[in-house]
Every structure is written in structure tokens, then in C-alpha cells.
């Protein structure tokens, strides 16, 4: 860790953690008493969220458009673990007094005042397929094409990430993330855990609007973990592959037909690992089929039989952003890594007597 912190002194300033290694044991029980808000809760990975968390002793506030099945869930999750703090709300993501009133809800709900983790989990794949299919654009008054899978799954994404930095920082007896924190001692956190896709970095056929909506997620991410830091939160982000969700069409069921796609059971087992370790800073998860793989000797994955060798279902992605990216943006990052590391503070206080400076003649020309 301090290794890489020294070489790449990004790394070091966005406050991001070592990569992560899987498979790895998850030691949920940390979770016990934290106040987690999920959007697009009663189903999927969402539901999957909340009977993993909830059975660890968590705070669950979920969300969901779909209000029979919330409350029935809620019903089911707190008589199978006993535990009462399991709490369901109407909320329609693309609604920002929705979304308002969830998190207002949250708080009043939470034993300490406050919340500790937020998903933003709430997704819909494209059904209407009209953006790739125009019809009747000829006419008069043309209709626009059906946005509702960008209105929720990106539009959405922004509210309750914008909800979740104003409320994260205010959660009390919480201290600003770190990756040297010490889970032990730590009673409250302050994380956002993003939901993207396979979607969010491979094209996906006939899903243009789902895919521009989970690479915009995929961006969204990139660029929190450079900066979101400032509010003292930790960012992360899951990507599954296609897993048996309500979110898998038909059409894709079909296309996949005779193909391998990953559970919902290892998407929750990803979001675990990074809930429950607060000393996970800035990382993302591809989660896919479990497969026996390993390293040839250029460092690619090659398929095994090998029974030694251990099923492997979630792999990191864009774990080298601040290091080693693709060329342009490694010779980019690596010379912003160089020079930060050779001005050091000297040229950090120089910048910062110019943006001073900068900022006095702003406001004596305005007097």
C-alpha cells in the first residue's frame, strides 16, 4: 500500500485503496446497526441487498416503484430474521420529491439520525427499443423516443448520489473515509455504492439507451472517486453481467441461450465485500459467471479444468486508472503522477498562492 501510494501520488491524494482481491472471505458482520438506504429494492439485486444485510443485523430503508411487493418483502425479510428495523417506501426514482421524501424518511427512521451507506440501485432495461427503430418522424408533431430507461437509470443515479453527498457527511459519530481505517473501532460510515453494468463498458445490442445510461453510471463513478473524497465518502461500483434478474428481457434470455451468466447471489456477496469493509476506497467489480481460470505467461485468462484451482465469479475493473491506463492516458496520468511527486508541496503552495491571487483580482475588478 505505501509503495504504491509513493509511486503514483494520485492514488494517494484521491484517498483510493489498494485493488482488491477476489475471491476473499467476507466478514459481514460489521454491518450490525448501519443505516443503509437502497433505491429499486423490492426485486433483483436490490431484494438480494436487503435479505443479506438485514439477516447481518443492518438498518434497511429500501425503496421501490413497485409498492405491494415492497411491503410484502418487508413483511417476509423482518419475520425471517427477526429483526424489526426493516423499512419500506414508495419511491420513484425519476422523481426528485420522491427521492426527497425517501432520504427525509430515512433520517427520521434511523436509531442515530443519520445514514451510513446509500445504493443506488434502482435500473430498468429499455422494453420500448424505439430509439434504434423510428417510426412516423415524418409526420407533423413527431413524437420524442420513450427515455424512461435514461430516466432511470441515469437520471435517477444523479438524484440519489446527490442526495447521498449531502447526507452522507452529516451522518454523526461518522469520520471521513479512509483505506488505512480500522473497521473495529468504526460505528457509522459514509458510503455510496453505485449499481452499473457489463453495459457500462461493453456495447450491449439493440440496448443503446441502457448502455449510454450505465457508461454515463460508469463515468459518473470515475469521476467521484477523484473528487468526492473532499466530503469525506467512500465511492464504489458493481458491474454485473448478465444475471437472472426481471432486468433480463426475453430477447436477451434468448440470445443467451446456452451461455453461462452470473447469480444474484455472487452480485450480493460483491456488494458485501465492499459494504462491509470500510476501508474499501474507489474500487469497481465486474460480477459474471463463475469461471476456473489462470494467467498465461503474457498475463491473460485462459480456461481451466483444473479443480486445484479456485471458481472465480468477480474480477476488478479499472483498478489502474490513477496508474496505468490505456496509452494515451497512461503517458497522461503518468506524467501528472511525475510531476505531482516532483513539485510536492512547494509547487502545491504555489498553486495555490496563484489561485489566491487569482481569485483578489476576481474581486477587485468587480468592485
Known amino acids: 500500500m505505501a509503495d504504491i501510494r509513493g509511486r503514483y501520488p ?61 411491503i410484502k ?50 435500473g430498468i432495461a429499455d422494453t420500448k427499443l424505439e430509439l434504434e427503430n423510428p417510426q412516423n418522424l415524418d409526420a407533423d408533431a413527431p413524437p420524442p ?6 430516466n432511470v437509470d441515469l437520471i435517477g443515479v444523479i438524484y440519489t448520489t446527490h442526495l447521498a453527498i449531502f447526507y452522507l457527511p452529516r451522518n454523526p459519530g461518522s469520520s471521513p473515509a479512509s483505506p488505512l481505517a480500522s473497521p473495529a473501532p468504526m460505528l457509522r460510515d459514509r458510503h455510496l455504492l453505485l449499481i452499473g453494468s457489463a453495459a457500462s463498458f461493453s456495447p450491449i445490442p439493440s440496448q443503446a439507451l441502457y448502455g449510454a445510461s450505465k457508461h454515463a453510471v460508469m463515468g459518473l463513478y470515475r469521476c467521484l472517486r477523484s473528487s468526492i473524497f ?90 489502474d486508472d490513477f496508474e496505468d491506463t490505456d496509452v494515451f492516458q497512461r503517458r497522461l496520468v503518468g506524467v501528472l503522477n511525475r510531476a505531482l511527486e516532483f513539485r510536492g508541496w512547494i509547487g502545491w503552495g504555489s498553486d495555490m498562492m496563484g489561485a489566491v491571487g487569482h481569485g483578489l483580482k476576481g474581486l477587485w475588478r468587480g468592485s
Open 10 to 70: 494520485i492514488v494517494a491524494k484521491v484517498n483510493q485503496s489498494p485493488p482488491l482481491k477476489f475471491p476473499g472471505t467476507v466478514d459481514d458482520s460489521w454491518l450490525k446497526d448501519k443505516v443503509i438506504v437502497i433505491t429499486g429494492g423490492a426485486s433483483g439485486f436490490g431484494e438480494g441487498f436487503v435479505r443479506r444485510w438485514a439477516s447481518r443485523g443492518a438498518i434497511i430503508i429500501f425503496g421501490d416503484i413497485n409498492v405491494a411487493r415492497g
Open 230 to 319: 473532499v466530503h469525506g465518502i467512500r465511492t464504489n461500483l458493481l458491474c454485473p453481467y448478465f444475471v437472472g434478474t426481471p432486468l433480463l428481457t426475453t430477447q436477451a434470455r434468448a440470445i443467451l441461450a446456452g451461455a453461462a451468466i452470473g447469480t444474484i447471489e455472487d452480485v450480493v456477496e460483491a456488494g458485501s465485500r465492499f459494504m462491509a469493509d470500510p476501508k474499501i476506497v474507489g474500487r469497481a467489480a465486474c460480477i459474471g459467471p463463475k469461471l476456473r481460470v489462470e494467467e498465461d505467461d503474457n498475463g491473460e485468462y485462459v480456461l481451466t479444468q483444473k479443480y486445484e484451482v479456485a471458481p472465480k465469479a468477480i474480477w476488478e475493473i479499472y483498478a
Open 73 to 122: 418483502l418487508a413483511k417476509q425479510v423482518r419475520e425471517a430474521t427477526k429483526n424489526k428495523n426493516i423499512h419500506f417506501l414508495h419511491c420513484d426514482v425519476t422523481s426528485w420529491p420522491s427521492q426527497v421524501e425517501l432520504f427525509k424518511e430515512a433520517i427520521k427512521l434511523s436509531p442515530h439520525g443519520g445514514i451510513d451507506a446509500v445504493v443506488a440501485n434502482a
Open 145 to 150: 423516443p420513450n427515455l424512461d430507461c435514461l
